[in-house]
Nanobody, 120 residues
Framework: QAQLVESGGGSVQAGGSLRLSCAAS????????MGWSRQAPGKEREGVAT???????SYADSVKGRFTISQDSAENTLYLQMNSLKPEDTAMYYC??????????????WGQGTQVTVSS
């Protein structure tokens, strides 16, 4: 049974940093494209960043230059380093796994989310 567990969320002032982690288990981590999405109250879920099995990354325009996605395949863990946080980054952040690719997947798994709150 695939499982994704996020951690590292919290409250921070604007300009601060947080690092989110996602511990994965129950599937072949290195074979999946991994990603972070977020959903703010009253808004649709949006993709934040992805990292493919070959290490290639992509970011939403709103976070480029501020967020960095990375993974440790030995530890089956996905990370999202978030710097220069803004109040508009406030949302529930979700970790997800997609197979065979983030763009066109047949299988997907999602975590329960971790809350990030940025105050001005």
């Amino acid at each position: 049974q695939a499982q994704l567990v996020e951690s590292g969320g919290g409250s921070v002032q604007a300009g601060g940093s947080l690092r989110l982690s996602c511990a994965a288990s129950g599937y072949t981590f290195s074979s999946y494209c991994m990603g972070w999405s977020r959903q703010a109250p009253g808004k649709e879920r949006e993709g934040v960043a992805t990292i493919d099995s070959d290490g290639s990354t992509s970011y939403a325009d709103s976070v480029k230059g501020r967020f960095t996605i990375s993974q440790d395949s030995a530890e089956n863990t996905l990370y999202l380093q978030m710097n220069s946080l803004k109040p508009e980054d406030t949302a529930m952040y979700y970790c997800a796994a997609f197979y065979p690719s983030c763009a066109a997947y047949e299988y997907d798994y999602w975590g329960q989310g971790t809350q990030v709150t940025v105050s001005s």
